[in-house]
């Protein structure tokens, strides 16, 4: 759960994956779930857990309180949408390639912890000045 520059964590993780025998995408969504179910990040998974009467509004105040829960996480704009009554798409903009897979992580451990039923869809990742990665929930 350490910062590296951008060059370094690309290569971390590349690394991993060989050494671990493991799909980039599974070893990126390790993290998200780190956060919120070790007994050592039980104060990250508080505050993230009340941050919400239920899964959605927890999803709509996600950034902010991630920000409480880790001041120096580095975290992406996030931008809720209502596609249906039960279907949303969060777009994340960042410049780190993968950060999509690691809110997956995050997300299926909180939906967990809210005692919802929620499927979660990568939408994949488009580059332009940053990355745009869609997660239906």
């Known amino acids: 759960m350490m910062v590296f520059d951008t060059p370094i964590t690309i290569r971390i993780v590349a690394c ?4 671990l025998n493991v799909g980039r995408a599974d070893l990126l969504q390790n993290p998200g779930t780190y956060l919120v179910s070790q007994p050592t990040q039980q104060a990250v998974r508080r505050l993230l857990r ?10 709509d ?3 902010d309180r991630a920000r409480l829960a880790v001041p120096d996480l580095f975290l992406p704009k996030l931008e809720l949408r ?3 009554v039960n279907q949303f ?3 994340i903009r960042s410049d780190l390639l993968g950060f999509g897979r690691v809110l997956i992580g995050l997300l299926t451990a909180m939906a967990d912890d809210h005692g919802a039923l929620v499927m979660l869809e990568y939408g994949g990742c488009q580059e332009r000045r940053g990355i745009d990665c869609n997660c239906a929930a």
Do not use: I, P
């Open 50 to 59: 009340f941050g919400g009467v239920d899964f959605v509004y927890f999803l």
């Open 89 to 91: 798409s969060l777009t």
């Open 16 to 19: 991993a994956t060989k050494v």
């Open 61 to 63: 105040d996600l950034h």
């Open 82 to 84: 209502k596609r249906t």
